[in-house]
């Protein structure tokens, strides 16, 4: 099985409206568990497409089927932050999302910067282990306290100088 990262189009739209609206992975996620419209999922999606700084890339096994989503994004000149999300569930657990984070890892060296970072949900300990397996090191907490549905996160990093 071999795992691609591919650029968003416009027809991309159908997986994220699927994929939003998901309560399950909406609360591993961002927590939130509010309905989302179709004009929200299109303002949304419409700003990743035209988002220049930012990096999103559909993550495809065997060049066919749309698993899940990955994006990368400038945080300062040396830092910058990863999201994953594997969409659809029956590939949960099978090494996808650990394939994408490394291939996508070989891309963002290519932009110069020494460190990633990301948050997880501190209970979402399928996706902590993934990263970890990637060479992710937890370097502490981070609090919202504005955030009703995560008020809490799990910081880590990846040191590209590895």
């Known amino acids: 099985m071999r795992i691609i990262l591919r650029k968003l189009k416009p027809s991309d739209i159908k997986y994220f409206t699927k994929w939003w609206r998901d309560r399950f992975l909406l609360k591993l996620t961002s927590g939130v568990l509010k309905p989302i ?47 994953i999300i594997i969409g659809e569930k029956k590939y ?36 902590i282990e993934a990263y970890k397996k990637c060479g992710f090191k937890p370097c502490g907490f981070k609090k919202y306290p504005k955030n009703e549905f995560l008020p809490i996160v799990l910081k880590m990093f990846y040191d590209l100088k590895e």
């Open 92 to 127: 949960w657990g099978k090494g996808y999302g650990s394939s994408a984070i490394r291939i996508a890892l070989k891309e963002i060296r290519e932009y110069k910067y020494k460190k990633v970072c990301l948050e997880v949900r501190p209970d979402n300990l399928r996706a």
């Open 37 to 83: 419209s179709n004009q929200e999922v299109e303002r949304c999606f419409n700003k990743m497409l035209s988002n220049k700084k930012d990096q999103h890339r559909l993550i495809l096994l065997n060049n066919k089927n749309v698993i899940g989503h990955i994006a990368f994004y400038r945080i300062t000149d040396k830092i910058c932050g990863i999201q």
